[in-house]
């Protein structure tokens, strides 16, 4: 083939990632029609999405330690077909309790199968370009608000809510081919790829000692701090611009801005970061973040909410794909899709935790200023806590010190 296999590797995971991710936040499109079409409060419905976040983050730990042992192939492929069944069944929901046990429950296990297990076996497809290849696969999932979103709105508007969610479910299983096109790297590219990062010990650190060490602590906890900082102000930037006298369409047109800005971000930063190193623009990102969130203080017109969402999604989004090469760099492929997973299910805390708290913040003070102060602050914390990763040849000489 004249096209080298590991940007096949890396389509395949933009692809699955999309669609993945993009039915599971397709519940913000299918909320107002579920509603009108049951009587099912809205409140009710939310907090399926709610229950996606926890059981993304519990089965994030499983299916990486998974894919560890089995490879990426079944662990994503057996996603896909739990991906569409959950979707089936929940088309077929005649209670509350039933829609919140299959979408929060199932969605959320299902959607969790992809991103340590993709992003693991990407990172042991490259040596060099690495980061780029990474945030190319991260931009997958980023589109999917842009393409699985609109179709669920003209399914829904062509037929009625259940019917679109079953074909979106019938659909996912067609990618299940697709999936099957995941393959290991062979042990020459995975030789090569380890050897960029640790020459003295190929296969990286065990997954008792990755999890328990220093390093990993401080990454679960900036990746949970990151996703708590800006999960918030994603999710409350549309009611906040309308509160601040902005039109419904107009206010919604604000996210579209951040989503494409978000697109850019990843290629752009997963550029630099191949040039200037990873912890640095991850710590550089996180900065920008944290005072994009605190602009949102001051803005009042369109252009200043536009604006912000330029630098917001580019800093968000550019981040985020990142701390699965910094995972990488630091403990090696040997129990990378467990690092991940477990790393994963600390931002999916973080991400439950944003929405909820802005909510509450709302309810209490009556705005969302304290909202943005807190975010922004935590933002900071998320970037100081990056700059507490050692060098990355000290921890490879502890790595190697250390007894299996």
């Not at 490259?126 to 980023?142: K, Q, Y």
């Not at 020459?188 to 990062?197: H, K, N």
């Not at 989503?259 to 996180?286: E, Q, Y």
């Not at 900071?380 to 990763?389: G, I, N, P, S």
């Amino acid at each position: 083939m004249k096209l080298p296999y590991r940007w096949i590797i890396v389509a395949v995971g933009a692809l699955l990632g999309c669609v993945a991710l993009g039915a599971m936040f397709s519940l913000a499109v299918f909320l107002a029609p579920i509603a009108s079409a049951t009587g099912w409060s809205r409140i009710g419905i939310s907090s399926a999405m709610t229950l996606n976040f926890l059981f993304m983050g519990a089965g994030a730990l499983f299916w990486g330690a998974a894919s560890d042992r089995y490879g990426a192939r079944p662990v994503v492929a057996t996603g896909v077909v739990l991906l569409g069944l959950a979707l089936t069944l929940t088309s077929r929901a005649t209670t509350l309790l039933q829609f919140q046990l299959i979408y929060g429950v199932l969605v959320g296990l299902a959607a969790s199968a992809f991103f340590a297990p993709l992003m693991a076996l990407t990172t042991a497809w490259f040596d060099r370009h690495r980061a780029l290849a990474v945030s190319l696969v991260s931009a997958g999932m980023g589109v999917a608000p842009m393409t699985i979103s609109p179709l669920a709105r003209w399914l829904i508007d062509a037929y009625e809510w259940r019917t679109a969610m079953l074909l979106i479910g019938l659909g996912t299983w067609l990618l299940l081919p697709v999936a099957l096109l995941l393959r290991r790297a062979p042990p020459a590219v995975a030789a090569t790829a380890s050897a960029a990062d640790a020459p003295a010990d190929l296969d990286g650190m065990s997954a008792k000692q990755a999890l328990g060490s220093r390093e990993f602590v401080v990454l679960g906890l900036t990746y949970f701090a990151c996703c708590a900082a800006h999960s918030g102000p994603i999710f409350h930037m549309v009611s906040y611009a309308i509160v601040c006298g902005i039109g419904p369409m107009a206010a919604v047109s604000i996210y579209s801005v951040e989503g494409l800005a978000g697109l850019v971000g990843r290629l752009l930063l997963g550029a630099l970061a191949d040039r200037l190193g990873v912890r640095r623009v991850i710590v550089a990102g996180l900065l920008l973040q944290a005072f994009a969130i605190a602009g949102y203080l001051f803005a009042r017109e369109l252009r200043d909410f536009y604006l912000l969402a330029l630098v917001f999604g580019t800093a968000y989004g550019g981040v985020m794909p990142l701390y699965a090469v910094l995972a990488r760099d630091y403990f090696g492929p040997r129990a990378l899709g467990t690092v991940l997973g477990a790393a994963m299910m600390l931002s999916s805390l973080g991400m439950a935790f944003g929405p909820l708290a802005g909510g509450w913040l709302f309810d209490t003070w009556g705005g969302y200023g304290w909202l943005f102060i807190g975010s922004c602050l935590v933002g900071l914390a998320a970037a100081a806590m990056a700059l507490a990763f050692p060098p990355l040849r000290s921890q490879r000489n502890a790595a190697i010190a250390e007894p299996a």
